[in-house]
């Protein structure tokens, strides 16, 4: 059976990506929607199909509770936002996909995870990278000694930010974004490198840097750089910035081959170079992809590939990051956390 959705949020990623995937997913619908705005939610309804009936504000959200049409509430909202928004949800009997990064603190993720137990109802964060076939080809070439022993991954990612974007001028107040470049894109090369490696880096070094004329930059980092070791000896090189060119590629350096994804995250378009092999596989859907295995787990108990613990673990090490560049020193990121279930 499909499992109803109510997306909350109906801003960029909602309504450039995500109601469109529906329409692809297999096993997850749209069946109500949560926003601010009355007439937009009306004009969005009337265009998906989505009845009167599913129609909520924020302050109204909790009458979910009461609408069997919905089992999971996808979160689609600024990053200090989704912790309050996922305890709602679970109040209500609810199911929480949440948008990456999945906090702006441990503490928000530890009270998510602790929500969704309590509740009984599963969490997942959405990173849908990890249903991507260009990435997981890329992490079963790495895994599979194809390649020889990996001894640098190189990450970089980043984009120019407008501060008359609304989008963006959340992304630049650190109450609701918790962080600048790292949490918001950085994330994909971080998660990227721990799930093409299959292992937890143990150590961070890192420098942050914004020009100091720079008024987007008052608030959150531009330009991070940091280096990370892996224990089974890869060393791991990332960047982000909020004034790239828009920018992602990762490089897999090993001792018998190169291996490159770029672009690496897009929505619609990757690549991957193993060696001399240029692969390009036709698109595929990540949101519906990302929502259909949520519904797996959900009814009939398919591992999460990112749950709640995977998004902490994110959270944990960018903030240990941002100590590294803030401090000058090296952070240890070897508090023992091993992912629960692989891409
Ligand atoms: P956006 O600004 O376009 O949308 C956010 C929505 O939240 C808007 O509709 C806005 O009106 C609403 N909102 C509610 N309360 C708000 C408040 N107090 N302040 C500001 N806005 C408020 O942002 P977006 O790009 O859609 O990002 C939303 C979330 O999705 C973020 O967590 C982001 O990291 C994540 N995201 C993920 C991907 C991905 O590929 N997985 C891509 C983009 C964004």
Redesign the pocket.
């Known amino acids: 059976r499909q499992l109803g959705f109510a997306v909350v ?6 309504l450039g ?1 995500i109601m469109d995937a529906f329409a692809t997913a297999r096993r997850a619908k749209v069946t109500a929607l949560v ?3 009355r007439d937009k939610a009306l004009r969005v309804a009337a265009r998906y199909g989505v009845p009167e009936s599913g129609l909520y504000s ?1 302050d109204d959200f909790d009458r979910i509770a009461d609408n069997p049409a919905v089992d999971v509430v996808y979160i ?4 200090a ?2 912790r309050a928004f996922a305890e709602r949800a679970f109040r209500a009997g609810k199911h929480v996909l949440c ?3 999945m906090a702006t603190n441990v503490a928000d993720c530890a009270a998510m995870i602790a929500a969704s137990e309590a509740a009984g109802r599963k969490l997942m964060i ?1 990173y ?1 990278c990890q249903f991507e076939p260009h990435n997981l080809m890329a992490m079963r070439a790495i895994r599979g000694g194809e390649l020889g022993a990996v001894r640098v991954i190189t990450a970089d990612v980043g984009r120019g930010t407008d501060p008359r974007d ?2 963006d001028q ?1 992304r630049l107040n650190r109450a ?1 974004a918790g962080s600048g470049s790292l949490f ?1 894109i950085g994330i994909y090369g971080l998660n990227a490198a721990r799930f093409l490696v299959g292992e937890e880096p143990v150590e961070v070094r890192a420098q942050l840097y914004a020009r100091p004329d720079d008024p987007r930059f008052r608030e959150v980092e531009d330009v991070v750089v940091w280096t990370m070791r892996f224990p089974g000896g890869a060393q791991f090189h990332g960047s982000t910035s909020y004034s790239y060119s828009f920018t992602n590629r990762i490089q897999a350096t090993c001792d018998n081959g190169v291996l490159v994804l770029d672009p690496s995250m897009e ?1 619609h378009a990757q690549r991957l170079q193993i060696r001399d092999r240029t692969i390009q596989m036709s698109p595929i859907d990540q949101f519906a992809r990302e929502m259909d295995h949520f519904c797996m787990a959900i009814t009939d108990g398919v591992p999460i590939v990112a749950d709640g613990a995977e998004g902490m673990q994110d959270v944990r090490l960018m903030l240990a990051i941002l100590e590294a560049g803030r401090t000058g020193r090296a952070v240890s990121t070897d508090w023992g956390y091993r992912r629960a279930a692989d891409p």
């Open positions: 949020g109906l801003g960029k990623l909602a990506e926003s601010g705005n924020y689609v909202l600024p990053n936002l989704h948008e990456k990064p959405a849908r609304p989008a959340w609701l918001d929505y």
